[in-house]
């Protein structure tokens, strides 16, 4: 597969998109390292399948409860009804299975606000997701709103709160919109509600709240990075501690909170083979949080991708944040997901296609699991609409401040099966800007639909590769699409980039045997048969430094509806009961072989 490389395109401009960021609030990084009140638990809840508890007119969000005989309000909580949390509400009652709509949650909490003043001290509730739009009321007043299903936000409570009992209230309507991100056309079921962890944040009234400690580009002994204040003020004294270097580095804020942090360290580097964490201790103004942080460097060099220095190659696999049936939500559902990677033999997997919750990232920290990460940037986005943009760059904000000190985490995507075109090319190449502004030390990666045969050769062009570091071809060559000659004899053109192949799959239902001929009968062999082919082209493909199978299990996707899909999509290499399927052992052994190696 030689070729000429691919012609240079001129990059398409970015657009500036609405002012979306400067509105955020910086993100309260390693909530799990401050003091918190977990929230999660048995909450209230309260079906409203038409939505009209949003508005005046029933406006259940008030919370009344009536007080004279003449009183009623259309709307109650009681505790019959209840939604556990973290968790999707579509599998925790048989009612809710195909809801698309809105739910209430509710739940009271208790509060010693005079103590709070006392020691002047800000309490935030903090989420870690909610699907797809969140509304957010505090005894009966609104607090905040948010939109996107997969990443954390936070409100600030504290002006709000009275002594004592406090009442939450969340309304979250995960309808399916054409201006969301993703749009309507997705792939997998669309699991509503508080899929994540909600805790109440106590901080003091000038904290850390958040940080960057990675290697500096290009260096693999010097750690570059700041620390931010908040409220920001000049000059507050800043500490970053590695007890076990016994290191200790000081800074002072700038006007806008933020201090920077360089210093060098003998440091032991993360990888899979040795994921080593250090333990880091962040303090200024009284305030102290403390983090597990690995560094490692993660470069390209020309087609190759370095992993501290040396050239990697990444044995894949896609996952949804699904098990058993259901949203994946606990600690003991990721560990399980990642078990099966790492079962597999892959270094590598791709949280397809939105973050997936922190606990996850945290695990694949410790487990040395390198990891792609992307927003939700789907097949269908209306990129013609303002407020959609604004929409993705707050998620890919989000995204990235929560996770941007996990080590694991070696690309930041922005967009899957996106069609070129101009408002396309023009956001897209504004989201890689800002997710290389904000985090300077990754790489930007995008999955682009595989490119079509002319005869033996195939060759992808898109205006987005001068954009981005790493390009993901998701291929589905015997299943959506024909081959036109054997693996062997494909003449793909390097597009002068690492090339993954971010996709490739066929359908076949657990246990189901056959010739292993036609894709229509759903049958073990012909998947496996699929990914034999698949491998003896990719063999020969000098550029391609990974590849990722779709999909690690079978998961829920209401658009299939074959009888032996039977509301699955089953390219998984396992059922979605976790049985292996034959071309689990196919994926396994290329990922023994030595083609599966830096060439
Ligand atoms: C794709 C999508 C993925 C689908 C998969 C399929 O290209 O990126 O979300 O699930 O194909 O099975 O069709």
């Known amino acids: 597969a030689a070729g000429d490389a691919a012609p240079a395109e001129s990059p398409p401009q970015p657009i500036l998109l609405d002012d979306a960021l400067s509105a955020m609030p910086p993100p309260i990084a390693n909530v799990a390292g401050r003091r918190t009140q977990s929230l999660d638990g048995r909450w209230q809840a309260m079906i409203d399948a038409h939505g009209s508890g949003i508005g005046e007119w029933k406006a259940a ?5 009536p007080q004279r005989p003449d009183e009623f309000y259309e709307y109650g909580f009681d505790d019959a009804f209840t939604l556990q949390v973290p968790g999707d509400f579509n599998t925790q009652h048989p009612e809710l299975h195909w809801l698309e709509g809105s739910v209430w949650y509710r739940r009271p909490f208790d509060v010693d606000i005079e103590r709070l003043r006392r020691q002047g001290r800000r309490l935030f509730v903090h989420f870690g997701a909610a699907n797809y739009r969140a509304d957010v009321f505090l005894n009966g007043e609104p ?4 939109e996107g299903g997969f990443t954390p936000f936070h409100f600030e409570l504290t002006d709000k709160l009275v002594q004592g009992e406090n009442r939450l209230l969340v309304h979250v309507d995960n309808r399916r919109r054409r201006d969301a991100v993703p749009s309507p056309g997705v792939d997998w079921f669309n699991y509503g509600g508080l899929t994540r ?3 109440l944040v106590e901080l003091p009234a000038r904290h850390v709240r958040d940080y960057h400690l990675q290697l500096a580009p290009g260096e693999l002994q010097q750690v570059r990075g700041w620390v931010q204040v908040e409220p920001a003020q000049v000059g507050v004294a800043v500490r970053v501690e590695l007890p076990e270097l016994r290191l200790a580095v000081d800074a002072r804020t700038d006007a806008a909170g933020r201090a920077t942090i360089e210093f060098d360290a003998p440091l032991q580097l993360w990888s899979p083979q040795q994921p080593k964490l250090y333990r880091v201790r962040v303090s200024a103004a009284g305030d102290a949080v403390e983090d597990e942080i690995g560094f490692r460097s993660i470069a390209v060099q020309g087609e190759k991708i370095l ?4 050239p990697v190659y990444l044995r894949g696999v896609n996952l949804h944040e699904e098990i058993d049936g259901r949203r994946a939500a606990t600690e003991d559902d990721y560990r399980r997901l990642l078990e099966h990677v790492q079962a597999l033999g892959a270094n590598f997997a791709r949280a397809s296609h939105y973050p997936f919750g922190e606990e996850f990232s945290r695990l694949a920290d410790r ?4 990891l792609w990460l992307e927003i939700p940037v789907y097949q269908g986005i209306d990129f013609d609409d303002p407020g959609t943009r604004g929409t993705m760059q707050r998620m890919l904000a ?3 401040g929560r996770d941007r000190n996990r080590a694991a985490v070696v690309m930041w995507g922005i967009a899957n099966e996106t069609a070129s075109g101009p408002a396309r ?7 890689a800007a800002q997710a290389r502004a904000q985090d300077p030390t990754r790489l930007i990666a995008a999955a682009f639909y595989g490119p079509g045969f002319d005869g033996a050769r195939l060759e992808m062009h898109d205006p987005l590769f001068s954009a981005i570091d790493v390009i993901g071809a998701n291929i589905y060559y015997g299943w959506y699409t024909p081959w036109k000659v054997e693996p062997e004899q494909v003449e793909w053109i390097p597009p002068g980039k690492p090339l993954l192949i971010s996709e490739f799959g066929a359908e076949a239902k657990y246990g189901h045997r056959g010739a292993g001929e036609r894709a229509g009968d759903w049958d073990e062999e012909y998947q496996a048969e699929f990914y034999r082919k698949q491998f003896r082209m990719i063999r020969g493909l000098p550029f391609v430094q990974g590849v990722l199978p779709w999909v690690l299990a079978d998961f829920r996707s209401p658009v299939r509806m074959h009888p032996y899909q039977a509301g699955f999509n089953r390219k998984g290499l396992l059922s979605e009961h976790g049985e292996r399927k034959r071309a689990w052992d196919v994926v396994a052994d290329f990922y023994r072989s030595e083609a599966a190696a830096p060439q």
């Open 425 to 431: 090319d023009a956001v897209l190449t504004a989201l």
């Open 61 to 65: 969000w008030r919370d009344r409860t």
């Open 398 to 400: 989000e995204m990235i």
């Open 307 to 310: 992993l501290n220095g040396e």
């Open 367 to 370: 487990m040395g699991i390198l």
């Open 143 to 146: 607090v905040g709103s948010h």
């Open 197 to 199: 962890s909600v805790q």
